[in-house]
């Protein structure tokens, strides 16, 4: 503090902002916490297929990052999903026995191949939470543009459909989100993110995603954590899961046998830290890859408000 | 599966403990940021759940305190982006003030001082708020805010520049 005017201007403050005591809850907090969490899953497609894309592209450089040496195939590390599926993939002459094969490492660089395929499908994500507050929705991606269409409902909003649409102007990248709720018909827009305007190393909006990053993949690998869980047979698909544990219980990416690319993503959130069932909140999302064509392109890159709604503030 | 319990106590536990520090300077700093205690509240209430979803990464920060203020003015810069760019300011502090006359001057020369703020963009404003609130140094400023100390010296040079009539009367008064 330098000047008299500078002292002066400190002690105002303090007094300006002594006025009120703030005592706050920590239920409070880990229950907002908890909701927060879960509106950033279904308003953002945390669960969307572009998340998987790139959690599955992060297996790429997890695996060449790594040995490959992380424990036998098909690993099952705990009860939920460790039941060896009686619809095992089943493999041409050609392909070497999975029992073998079907390491991490393995498996990561067949992902990353089938990824380097895709040419700009949009990728469905019908998922849907259990527990308490249980809700649904579908989410549609473009592995191209990168921009979101979601269709969902909930008990607290009703039926809505959101747009995220990715935007870089001048250098700055930012998501644009919009929403039209149908409860009130009304639809609004925010920004929502901006990097050149939040510091290095702060809260981002894929913080709160529970799916596997590139990062955590490649943190997961390296201690050992990454495991195959087994396989199942989902949506008439033959697919090998891998598990990670995450801060809030565990998350599952569970990839085609055949073609690797993910079909299911799961995650079991505060799993084991609320013993009541109905707070045990789990997460599961059925992943399509679909061709391109003109009308998924444009549902998910252009905005479409219903007609008759009307415009308003941001809540 | 026990394990995991346990880690989940002790994070409630270390985040409970730091939730009791920081929160009221939090607070204080959030209203100074916003204008309005029942937003400030809701602007804290937010950051420390933040916080706590991702208290593991948090805490391994160098300052997580710092950390924590990043995403304080997150929340702030996202609000103002939407409704409440519009919420009014409070025209005096809610706190239980004196009537006499001489307190009265005063209310009112930190009411304008509160005004003058708020007119601030909002990187001036928290460089304020985090200088002379706070009592950062221009570096630990610079951390919490993401910029170099030469960002946070042209801040609030300007900020200081344009709180000028404030600060005149201040010199008057003294």
């Given at each position: 503090?330098?000047?008299?005017?500078?002292t002066?201007?400190?002690?105002?403050?303090?007094r300006?902002?002594?006025?009120?005591?703030?005592?706050?809850?920590?239920?409070?907090?880990k229950?907002?916490?908890?909701?927060?969490?879960?509106?950033?899953?279904?308003?953002?497609?945390?669960?969307?297929?572009?998340?998987?894309?790139l959690?599955?592209?992060g297996?790429?450089?997890a695996?060449?990052g790594?040995?490959?040496?992380?424990?036998?195939?098909?690993?099952?590390i705990?009860?939920?999903?460790?039941?060896?599926?009686?619809a095992?993939?089943?493999r041409?002459?050609?392909?070497?026995?999975?029992?073998?094969?079907?390491?991490?490492?393995?498996?990561?660089?067949?992902?990353?191949?089938?990824?380097?395929?895709?040419?700009?499908?949009?990728?469905?994500?019908?998922?849907?939470?259990?527990?308490?507050?249980a809700?649904?929705g579908t989410?549609?991606?473009?592995?191209?543009?990168?921009n979101?269409?979601?269709?969902?409902?909930?008990?607290?909003?009703?039926?809505?459909h959101?747009?995220?649409?990715e935007?870089?102007?001048?250098?700055?990248?930012?998501?644009?989100?919009?929403?039209?709720?149908?409860?009130?018909?009304?639809?609004y827009?925010?920004?929502?993110?901006?990097?050149?305007?939040?510091?290095?190393?702060?809260?981002?909006?894929?913080?709160t995603?529970?799916?596997m990053?590139?990062?955590?993949?490649?943190?997961?690998?390296?201690?050992?954590?990454?495991k195959?869980?087994?396989?199942r047979?989902?949506?008439?698909?033959?697919?090998?899961?891998?598990?990670?544990?995450?801060?809030?219980?565990?998350?599952?990416?569970?990839?085609?046998s055949?073609?690797?690319?993910?079909v299911r993503v799961?995650?079991?959130?505060?799993?084991?830290h609320?013993?009541?069932?109905s707070?045990?909140?789990?997460l599961?999302?059925?992943?399509t890859?679909?061709?391109?064509?003109?009308?998924?392109?444009?549902?998910?890159?252009?905005v479409?408000?219903p007609?008759?709604?009307?415009?308003?503030?941001a809540? | 599966?026990?394990?995991?319990?346990?880690?989940?106590?002790?994070?409630?536990?270390?985040?409970?403990?730091?939730?009791?520090?920081?929160?009221s300077?939090?607070?204080q700093s959030?209203?100074?940021?916003?204008?309005?205690?029942h937003?400030?509240?809701?602007?804290v209430?937010?950051?420390?759940?933040?916080?706590?979803?991702?208290?593991?990464r948090?805490?391994?920060?160098?300052?997580?305190?710092?950390?924590?203020?990043?995403i304080?003015?997150?929340?702030?810069?996202?609000?103002?982006r939407?409704?409440?760019?519009?919420?009014?300011?409070?025209?005096?502090?809610?706190?239980?003030?004196?009537?006499?006359?001489?307190?009265?001057?005063?209310?009112a020369?930190?009411?304008?001082?509160?005004q003058?703020?708020?007119?601030?963009?909002?990187?001036?404003?928290?460089?304020?708020?985090?200088?002379?609130?706070?009592?950062?140094?221009?570096?630990?400023?610079?951390?919490?805010?993401?910029?170099?100390?030469?960002?946070?010296?042209s801040?609030?040079?300007?900020?200081?520049?344009?709180l000028?009539?404030?600060?005149?009367?201040?010199?008057?008064?003294?």
């Amino acid at each position: 503090m330098n000047s008299p005017q500078e002292t002066q201007l400190s002690h105002d403050l303090h007094r300006l902002a002594s006025g009120q005591a703030y005592t706050p809850d920590l239920a409070a907090i880990k229950q907002l916490a908890r909701q927060r969490h879960r509106r950033s899953l279904m308003r953002r497609g945390a669960t969307a297929a572009g998340a998987v894309v790139l959690a599955a592209g992060g297996l790429f450089f997890a695996g060449h990052g790594s040995s490959g040496a992380h424990g036998p195939a098909g690993t099952a590390i705990g009860p939920a999903v460790a039941t060896p599926s009686s619809a095992a993939p089943s493999r041409s002459a050609t392909v070497a026995p999975a029992v073998r094969m079907e390491t991490v490492a393995y498996v990561a660089k067949r992902v990353e191949a089938a990824l380097a395929g895709v040419n700009g499908d949009i990728i469905r994500n019908d998922q849907a939470f259990s527990g308490q507050e249980a809700s649904s929705g579908t989410n549609w991606t473009d592995s191209r543009t990168g921009n979101e269409f979601n269709d969902m409902t909930d008990s607290a909003t009703g039926k809505l459909h959101g747009w995220e649409i990715e935007q870089v102007a001048n250098g700055t990248f930012t998501i644009k989100l919009v929403n039209a709720v149908y409860s009130t018909h009304t639809w609004y827009e925010v920004t929502t993110y901006s990097s050149s305007h939040v510091p290095s190393g702060s809260s981002s909006v894929n913080a709160t995603s529970p799916i596997m990053t590139p990062a955590e993949i490649k943190t997961s690998l390296a201690s050992g954590q990454l495991k195959i869980v087994g396989h199942r047979n989902i949506n008439g698909h033959a697919t090998i899961g891998l598990r990670s544990p995450w801060d809030f219980g565990y998350r599952e990416l569970w990839v085609d046998s055949q073609t690797f690319l993910p079909v299911r993503v799961f995650v079991d959130y505060y799993s084991d830290h609320h013993p009541t069932p109905s707070q045990d909140l789990k997460l599961t999302g059925n992943l399509t890859w679909l061709p391109r064509t003109q009308a998924l392109v444009n549902m998910v890159n252009k905005v479409h408000i219903p007609a008759g709604f009307t415009h308003v503030a941001a809540p | 599966m026990r394990r995991t319990e346990n880690v989940m106590n002790g994070r409630d536990e270390e985040f409970g403990e730091f939730m009791r520090d920081r929160a009221s300077p939090l607070h204080q700093s959030a209203y100074l940021l916003c204008g309005d205690w029942h937003l400030a509240h809701d602007l804290v209430q937010d950051t420390l759940a933040k916080a706590y979803l991702h208290w593991p990464r948090v805490r391994r920060a160098d300052s997580p305190d710092a950390y924590v203020r990043r995403i304080l003015l997150n929340e702030v810069r996202g609000r103002w982006r939407g409704r409440e760019r519009t919420a009014t300011v409070s025209r005096f502090p809610e706190g239980r003030e004196p009537v006499s006359p001489d307190a009265a001057d005063e209310l009112a020369r930190r009411a304008g001082l509160l005004q003058a703020l708020h007119a601030l963009p909002l990187r001036q404003r928290a460089t304020i708020v985090l200088r002379y609130l706070e009592g950062m140094s221009e570096r630990e400023t610079a951390a919490v805010l993401g910029c170099s100390e030469g960002t946070v010296k042209s801040q609030s040079a300007r900020a200081l520049g344009t709180l000028r009539s404030y600060l005149d009367r201040t010199e008057s008064t003294r």
